[in-house]
């Protein structure tokens, strides 16, 4: 199948994306960043498929093209596996089952193409006593010990934005079944099936602290431990100007810059181990950060070995000097959104074009897979596919 060009190091290989929420449209703009030619297929009138009701403005869609499908009907699926034929990897969302209901199952898939990749999103996993229940990011990564470590002492867990579930142990993860599983099909010839789960991603991302309370150096409750707003030394402070910045000044060389820089003078800041005195020493330099400004702060200890940074807002980072010189964040059509990554010395990602209009690229994508003028005319008439009305 014929796909868009591109300089990253996934160039020439193509992934089928169903739209879906989170995880997958993330693993999407990921592999597409990195060179993939990544197809969106979307559903007829698909707001569901983005928090945004305006989905040429959500970075996440970014990179890929767009052909809107009706899978509810005979000739969508008829569609798809044709797709399926020209493709590397599949990847979806769906709820356990739905897929094969669908007839566009792992089995449907493989028959046509036997090396592809079928990549598989959930939230509990293709089996298990949850598997068929609903859930989100928060749900998940409380069943795995996750969120219970987040949280100050003798307060409940604190619930973060849904980034450990939905995206680090969930669609990062799915990136990583992804291209290990090309790396051997292109090596073996065979295809398989990816089962990426939310809950196991995020038991995946807490095995320091499980190898840690193994030896004794870590506990169950939140807020005391040397990592987790615990220690002095490890946290976040307010400044004068009612901002916030972060010291994670665990090493004891690093410790010994903060305190001579901030001026920690005195013999109740010699014994950086002992956890009996840090609440006491915390609400110390509690006051002493209120003594100076953020940016004060920042004159002080910002490039130091104090292990400090400020904490800035969505606004603020994407213009730190620092986030400037290493091209972070980038505005495709005046959305700031933070760059690919990581980078590569020979065969650099870059976004392609901002996020489509959903269905914009369906005649393109249907004459690239060997579909015939009438028959895309036939399947726009019959409402199994869908592009956008261009004016004149």
Not at 27 to 43: H, P, Q, T
Not at 72 to 96: F, N, T
Not at 145 to 154: E, N, T
Not at 200 to 213: E, I, P, V
Request: hydrophobic letters at 40%.
């Amino acid at each position: 199948m014929t796909g868009q060009s591109s300089s990253g190091p996934l160039a020439g290989i193509q992934i089928i994306e169903l739209a879906g929420l989170g995880p997958v449209p993330f693993a999407g703009m990921v592999l597409s960043d990195l060179g993939a030619d990544v197809i969106r297929i979307e559903r007829p009138g698909g707001s569901k498929d983005t928090p945004s009701s305006r989905p040429e403005r959500d970075p996440l869609l970014r990179g890929r093209r767009s052909l809107v499908l009706d899978l509810k009907s005979p000739g969508g699926i008829d569609v798809l596996l044709r797709l399926v034929d020209g493709a590397d990897g599949l990847m979806e969302g769906l709820r356990p089952g739905v897929a094969e209901r669908l007839g566009i199952g792992p089995e449907d898939c493989l028959a046509r193409s036997p090396a592809m990749v079928y990549a598989r999103m959930t939230g509990w996993g293709q089996d298990g006593p949850l598997a068929h229940a609903a859930g989100h990011d928060i749900n998940y990564i409380a069943l795995t010990g996750a969120l219970g470590v987040i949280g100050r002492a003798g307060t409940p867990p604190v619930a973060p934005p849904s980034l450990v579930g939905d995206f680090g142990g969930g669609g990062m993860l799915l990136v990583v079944g992804m291209l290990a599983a090309l790396l051997e099909s292109r090596a073996s010839g065979q295809g398989q099936v990816v089962d990426a789960a939310m809950v196991d991603g995020s038991a995946l991302l807490t095995t320091l602290l499980y190898g840690l309370r193994a030896n004794g150096v870590w506990r169950d409750e939140r807020g005391v431990n040397f990592a987790d707003s615990g220690a002095p030394f490890y946290e976040v402070y307010e400044t004068a100007d009612g901002r916030y910045v972060t010291v994670g000044a665990l090493e004891p060389q690093f410790y010994a810059e903060l305190r001579s820089l901030a001026g920690l003078v005195g013999p109740e800041w010699d014994d950086q181990a002992d956890d009996a005195a840090w609440p006491e020493l915390k609400i110390k330099l509690a006051a002493v950060f209120r003594q100076r400004t953020r940016d004060q702060w920042c004159a002080l200890l910002e490039g130091t070995d104090a292990c400090f940074a400020p904490v800035l807002t969505l606004e603020e980072a994407p213009v730190h000097p620092h986030n400037v010189a290493r091209g972070t964040f980038i505005d495709l059509d005046n959305v700031v959104q933070p760059a690919p990554a990581p980078r590569f010395s020979r065969t650099p990602a870059a976004v392609d074009h901002p996020p489509r209009v959903p269905g914009t690229d369906t005649s393109e994508v249907l004459l690239g897979a060997g579909f015939k003028d009438e028959e895309i005319a036939e399947l726009l008439a019959a409402g199994v596919v869908w592009e956008p009305k261009h004016d004149n």
